[in-house]
Structure formats: structure tokens, C-alpha cells
């Protein structure tokens, strides 16, 4: 039994640096975890592309949310768009669709929309404050808040019509898990 | 010809305004407090690159969460609070040095084990084993009563094996 003693350690070493490999090489290194999923939605302030009052998102409590944030540089958001555009219209009545600008200019901005349609508020994120808060890792991402404020997830990339109605849906439905309900409490 | 393709497709790219335009950054704050915002800004991971710094990526991404970093240490926060208020967004994975904690310690000190136990097998190969040993050693599961060197005679692929190292 000795001497199997130390090949054992070994093989144990062994295993346990292939299993630290393996995590490493079994996920892809181009995603960025997200952590906020069930944690209330960070605060913010942003003042509108087209000008007028700065919006929080204390104002829009009480009603589900989508953000999208997206730049006019990203090639991606082109494709995209109209797909927002349609939920804007077609689910605008079950959720509050806002838009904002990562890291582009008002003008680009604008340009952008003139082109493809503007149907939902589109804001500036100056110094891409609210991103870092929320934990943006690129364009195009959009974000699911509930009704109580909560962040039920994110969408990674362009989104399509299929999935934008049934995280929408989901936004509408109690939770299921304990998180939300836990991260409700104040 | 490729140069020339890579170089007309940036240069066409750039006429056409697909990049992200630079913002400015917010200020540095006081040297001391400046310091310390560079030395947390090194050890975090740009959201948007591949293993770049906040402190070394110049992308736009980058300087928003310098200046985060930045709002931070100048709230008075503490680093192990910075460190976190990152931690909470991104996991881990925003750290370039994963935290010396539970499994991680493995990643840690996993190979200088290693290391150590492969420098421990060298030293104990080194030492001249006695003759019956290194028998032992080799044969499946010897029975003590039978006499090691006898079978070693007898075995004529030994002998043969014998013969060719004695040469």
C-alpha cells in the first residue's frame, strides 16, 4: 500500500489540474459572466438623445423594462434594430423599451436613427457610467427589468422577434426562483 | 496583398465611422489617491478585451471603468469595496489574479507542489537501491520466500537483458 501512496498523490494532483484546465478550456473565453441577474437594477439618470428631461429609472418603477444599449459603430445593432423597432410597437403596451448610446457621439447617435427609425426613447450614457453600473461587456445587450426593479437577465448580441416576446412574457410572470423574492425584501 | 486588403479595409472602416470614438477620461485625481487607482485599474479586467488591463486597454470601455475605479477610491472607498463593486458585475473573471481562496489556493500552489514533488521522485531515483529492492520494485508482487536472485537466473530474457548492459 506504500508505495501506491505516492503515485495516488499524484494522479490526485494530476486530476485536479485537469479539471482547473478543463474549466478554463470548457467555457468561452469570448463571454463575460453576469453577475446582477436577480439583483435589483442599479440606478440611473440619463438625459434623452432629443433633449428634455433627464430620465431615472425610479421613474419608470411599477412597469417592465427592456434596455438596450447599443452604438451606431456596432455593426450587429444595424440588423437588430428593426427587431426592437417591432417590439417597441408590438409589446410596448406589456413593457417600457428604452434605448442607450455606448460609447458614440450625439451625432452618430442621431444619424443612426434618422436612417433606421426611432419609435422608442433613445438616451445618451455620458461616459458610459450606467454601462460599467450595469455590467455591460459590448453592443449590442439587452437587459430585462421587472416591474419591481428587479434585473431578471440579459441578452447577449443581436436579439430576435422569438426570444425578445418570451423574455418580455417572462417579465410579466411572478418569479420562480427564491432570489428575486429575497432581493425584493428591503 | 493581404497587407493591402487589411489596410483598405481599415482605412474604409474608418471613412465610414465603424469604430467607437474616443472619449475623454475624467481627471487624475491627487498623486497618492492617483496611485492607488492605477494599482487596483492593473489588476481588473477590461470588460471588453481579451486579458487587458483597465489600466493598460485604451478602449473607451476601459477609461469608463478607470473613471469608476477613479469615483471610488475619491467616495473613500476601501480596495477590497472597489474590488467587489467589480466583482458583483462581473465575477471573477474581471480579476487577472484569481483570489487566493478555497480551490483557488490549488491554482496557487498546485504547481509549486509539483514542482517540489517531481524534485522529491528526482532525489529518491538518485539513491543506489540496494539490490533486492530494485527487484522489487519491478517484479509484480514477489513472494519473500522466494529468493529474488534465483528467479533473476533462471529468466533467460534477464540473462539476456544482463548480458547487454554488462557489454
Known sequence: MKRWRLPLVFAAVGAA???VLFQGFG???HEVPFMLKGAPAPDFTLKPLDGGDPVKLADLKGRPVVINFWASWCGPCK???PVLEWGAREL???????GVVFEDTEPNALDFLRRMGASFPQMMDTR?????DYGVAGVPETYFIDAQGIIRGKHVGPIDPKTLTARVKELTQPVAGPT??????P | MNAVLVSLTLALSLATGQFAPQQAASDPLAPAQEARVQQLAKKLRCAVCQGLSVADSPSSMARAQLDKVRELVSDGKTDTEIVDYFVARYGEWVLLEPRAEGFNWFVWLGPVALVLGGLF???KQRQPLPEGAASAEAAPVPSPSTPAPSTDDADPYLQAVRRELER
Open chain 2, 121 to 123: 521522485v528526482i532525489m
Open chain 1, 17 to 19: 489540474l485537469l479539471f
Open chain 1, 128 to 132: 458610459s457610467r450606467m454601462a460599467v
Open chain 1, 79 to 81: 440588423y437588430e434594430h
Open chain 1, 92 to 98: 410596448g403596451a406589456q413593457a417600457v423599451f428604452m
Open chain 1, 27 to 29: 467555457r468561452d473565453p
Open chain 1, 180 to 185: 428575486a423574492e429575497a432581493a425584493r425584501q
